[in-house]
């Protein structure tokens, strides 16, 4: 996609919170509690994945003396550059996101995720200046996770050993790259922490797990709690991909967009850290367990079919989210029937699913 000028109203003039990827979903909702504790944001995006259209145009008619936008792509070098030039902070979120996509095209998917971040990295080196950039990682960078034995309990897979059941998985694991997505946002992962162990640029990782919210476009592909819901309430058929008991710890966004900010506050002190952010153990459930919340949210049953498990899916991803609590002064996570409840709501207002009569019964 050919790049667009900086759009008014210009911020050339003031240094700016740059967020790439800005009008994805995480994007979206940092830029717009940045825009709303008196930032200006810059917002980056090439504007490739369907409908995030609609919250670049929530953003700016919200906050229109606020938030400027570049439509360009993370590979551009000279847009990057200048995107980066007068940023304060760097938030980048620009990234492809599936592991389905990577192994559908490979190259693509390191042009985005590995070389896209080296150019921003690189255009914050040659600055000159300390700008701060905190990337958001993913938990893929940690592998299937195959050596770790698990038991089926009745509410889905958990880890025999009981320190890691009580704990989730933290930093000290071992770095395993899976599929080219893994090796993409692992390679990227790595370059970021070195970026502030040669050259001074100070930076921190956040490896994510499962974050789903308000603004969220889940497909079968990414946002998973998002997509569930989606199909549900437009009484459509959900696929699982395995058998539904693998077990994730999800996160509101507004608790992933609070350990950004935590990062950036923080970011003389945790310079050069990566950590794991998500729901954590109090927050960790299996597919099968959001499925049947959400039958009780839409009053029906949802239509389950299941399919063979998919290349580097792990049947269990728990985040231990102490190091991330210490260190950031994270407060406890919203509890996940809370936040799934509010994703139906906002999903019944902002969505439109085709069955009024169930958007209706889910916004209640």
């Known amino acids: 996609m ?12 003031r240094r700016v919170a740059l967020v790439t990827g800005g009008a994805g979903f995480i994007g979206s909702n940092l830029a717009d509690r940045l825009a709303t504790d008196g930032h200006d944001v810059l917002v980056l995006d090439a504007l490739a994945r369907p409908g995030v259209e609609a919250n670049l145009q929530w953003l700016k008619a919200r906050h229109p003396e606020r938030v400027t936008a570049r439509i360009a792509d993370i590979r551009d070098e000279a847009a990057v550059e200048e995107a980066a030039r007068d940023a ?4 980048h979120l620009a990234g492809q996101v599936a592991v389905t996509t990577s192994l559908a095209d490979p190259r693509d998917d390191f042009d985005v995720n590995l070389r896209g971040t080296f150019n921003l990295l690189d255009a914050l080196r040659r600055q000159g200046r300390a700008v701060p950039l905190v990337f958001a990682s993913t938990n893929k960078v940690y592998g299937a996770l195959a050596d770790v034995a698990l038991e089926r309990a009745a509410d889905g897979y958990r880890p025999v050993d009981p320190a890691l059941r009580g704990h ?4 000290a694991r071992p770095l395993d790259f899976h599929t080219p997505y893994g090796c993409s946002k692992g390679g990227a992962d790595q370059y970021v922490l070195d970026f502030a162990r040669s050259f001074g640029i100070p930076t921190a990782v ?70 794991n952010l998500g729901g954590g153990p109090d927050n960790a459930v299996s597919l099968r367990q959001v499925l049947a919340a959400i039958e ?20 269990y991803y728990v985040s231990d989210t102490r190091l991330a609590r210490r260190e950031l002064g994270l407060r406890a996570s919203t509890p996940w029937r809370n936040g799934l ?19 209706a019964e889910a916004a209640r």
């Open 2 to 13: 050919p790049s667009s000028p900086l759009e008014a109203p210009a911020l050339l003039s």
């Open 88 to 91: 304060k902070v760097v938030f």
């Open 168 to 171: 989730g998985i933290g930093e």
């Open 206 to 275: 956040l490896r994510m797990s499962c974050i789903y919210g308000q603004r969220q476009m889940g497909t079968e592909d990414q946002g998973w709690v998002a997509h569930f819901l989606i199909r549900a309430l437009r009484g459509e058929p959900i696929t699982i991909f395995g058998d539904g008991w693998q077990v994730r710890d999800v996160l509101q966004v507004d608790d992933a967009v609070a350990a950004y900010l935590a990062a950036w506050q923080r970011i003389d002190a945790v310079s050069g850290q990566a950590f």
């Open 296 to 315: 009780e949210l839409v009053g029906r049953r949802v239509m389950v079919d299941y399919a063979d498990w998919r290349a580097g899916d792990q049947r």
């Open 341 to 359: 409840a509010g994703l139906a709501r906002w999903l019944g207002e902002a969505q439109a699913p085709r069955k009024p009569a169930s958007v």
